[in-house]
């Protein structure tokens, strides 16, 4: 029998085996069997996107779920001679020639890669996702529950630095139990569900337990600290990745500086000139150094000028702190400009004097007949901005923080704000053993800030609020609102958008504007989120099946 995953002392990473023969086929695919982070190669494009879907809700790692429910569907026989761990000595030649004649950066956004980043902390995830031109997909708290152990050890990241220190038994030990928390209360809240909310006539079994396990991993999933390790897959251009990679070698996080090593390495295998810059001491690294030099300028004068706060937040809060007062008249500008033959200044000028009933026909008529949360307007709607302030647990950002089509800023994770508990846990009377864990991360996180000052941050449990900022447009609140407001969603980030909605309809008074998103989802919280979802999902296997 093949030991699917073993941990090596020096390594921060549990290292994957596999049979001969698994091996053999992986080999074709995979640019490296035994790290965490790899490149999919000599795979349909359709297969590499059907992987990453299953990725981010199953436990398993992508070379294991390939081997299980893939392989047995694909042609293989012909691929018998590859071997795509072996450097692409042609492809680099080839490519030499071409940036030789048409530039780096023309070519670089030409090229794209599937990679897989695997056993990153939830704070590595944030650095990996921060780029907005590429595609990620990342595992889900929401279906993956971390209550079981890896040759004893839960999936977490262990930094080597807190290991190496006298408080590297206290890490292990305060996340340990955790964890430990965290399985025990995800059994409980689960059977708690299943006695308030029993399983309808109407729904199979399956449906069923999918319902309860999301909402009671839902619940639960505020213990898990910061260092809880998650899989995400990506998809990017050679550009994307080098501009990611001068990100990460100049980050504080020892974890993100490791960790580009280990992604550049495996570029290097599949698109080696689209990476070549990243090393090289008169470019890449001085770009990195350039941000360091910044960040550290930026930090001191911070520390100088806005010394830091003592007062915590009692509540989870919503600000809108910068908007167009003119947005509407400018946006109707904006959207029949494209299709008169009119300067801008002179149909501005017609547009602030239409009445409001004639603007809102126009508003009206560009909206059309929006048939569900899909059918977006257009590029009209990328005029009005806004600021967000959000105060929301860590669980929420997370979330939030995947859509690119706008600005993101975000503070570090720390204890300061406070924490959020689900109202299911003080409904099943699991309040006491919830708050202790909090606690418990809090306190861990103090006695790690000074000696490690960014990697403390791994200590605080996802129920822990944190600051961040959204600068949007319009269009691009339309459909973050429209989708993270559906009744399937996790109640935090649903309350979230919700608020910014409100806040553009009666803070900026754009009632025009929250009006053409008209799929915001305000009712209040589910018994079961996932229930209808779930069931949708189950109709059309059976159409499927039935087909």
């Known amino acids: 029998m093949v030991k699917r995953l073993r941990y090596v002392a020096v390594s921060a990473y549990a290292i994957e085996e596999f049979s001969k023969e698994e091996a053999d086929v992986l080999r074709r695919y995979f640019t490296n069997l035994d790290k965490p982070v790899f490149a999919l190669v000599n795979l349909p494009e359709v297969v590499k996107g059907a992987l990453f879907a299953r990725y981010s809700r199953s436990a398993k790692s992508l070379r294991r779920l390939f081997l299980d429910e893939f392989v047995g569907e694909l042609d293989i026989e012909g691929d018998t001679t590859i071997d795509a761990t072996i450097g692409l000595d042609r492809a680099e030649e080839l490519y030499e020639r071409v940036f030789v004649e048409y530039g780096d950066d023309s070519v670089a956004q030409l090229g794209g890669v599937h990679l897989a980043c695997e056993q990153a902390s939830n704070l590595m995830t944030k650095v990996l996702e921060w780029g907005r031109i590429a595609s990620y997909l990342e595992q889900s708290t929401r279906y993956i529950a971390y209550d079981s152990r890896v040759e004893g050890r839960y999936r977490y990241y262990r930094d080597r630095e807190i290991l190496a220190s006298p408080l590297g038994t206290r890490y292990v030990g305060d996340l340990d139990r955790l964890f430990d928390t965290y399985a025990q209360l995800a059994r409980e809240v689960e059977q708690h569900i299943k006695k308030v909310t029993p399983k309808t006539e109407g729904d199979s079994d399956f449906v069923y337990r999918s319902a309860v396990k999301a909402k009671a991993l839902d619940s639960v999933r505020g213990i898990l600290p910061a260092a809880a390790q998650s899989n995400v897959g990506m998809y990017g251009s050679g550009q994307a990745y080098e501009q990611m990679l001068l990100r990460m070698r100049a980050h504080p996080l020892p974890e993100a500086r490791e960790y580009s090593g280990l992604i550049l390495e495996e570029l290097r295998k599949v698109i080696p000139s689209f990476v070549r810059r990243v090393d090289v001491e008169d470019r890449g690294v001085a770009w990195s150094d350039y941000l360091i030099d910044t960040r550290e300028g930026m930090e001191a004068i911070t520390e100088e000028l806005l010394p830091p706060g003592t007062t915590a937040d009692d509540q989870a809060k919503v600000d809108l702190v910068d908007f167009d007062p003119d947005a509407e008249i400018k946006m109707v500008t904006a959207m029949l400009y494209p299709y008169s033959h009119l300067p801008e200044m002179v149909i501005d000028r017609r547009v602030r ?106 200590a605080v449990a996802l129920a822990y609020r944190v600051r961040f900022s959204f600068n949007l447009n319009a269009r691009a609140a339309m459909h973050m609102f429209e989708l993270r407001s559906t009744p399937q969603g996790h109640p935090a980030y649903r309350k979230v958008v919700q608020e910014m909605h409100r806040h553009i309809s009666e803070t900026a008074g754009h009632h025009a504007i929250a009006e053409m998103m008209s799929f915001v989802n305000h009712s209040s919280e589910a018994d079961l989120e996932r229930l209808d979802s779930e069931r949708r999902a189950e109709a059309k296997r059976r159409r499927a099946d039935g087909d």
């Not at 009209?380 to 859509?403: C, I, K, M, S, W």
């Not at 009377?429 to 006695?447: G, H, Q």
């Open 353 to 458: 004097n239409m009445s409001v009933d004639e603007r809102l026909q126009v508003i009206r008529a560009y909206s059309g007949d929006r048939r569900n949360r899909r059918h977006r307007p257009g590029r009209a709607l990328e005029r009005p901005y806004y600021r967000f302030d959000v105060l929301a647990d860590y669980g929420a950002f997370r979330d939030l923080q995947r859509h690119r089509m706008l600005t993101i800023e975000w503070q570090q994770l720390n204890p300061q704000h406070g924490f959020t508990r689900s109202e299911v846990i003080d409904e099943a009377n699991l309040v006491e053993p919830f708050d202790e864990a909090m606690e418990r991360s809090a306190a861990l996180f103090d006695v790690l800030q000074r000696p490690f000052e960014a990697q403390a941050s791994y």
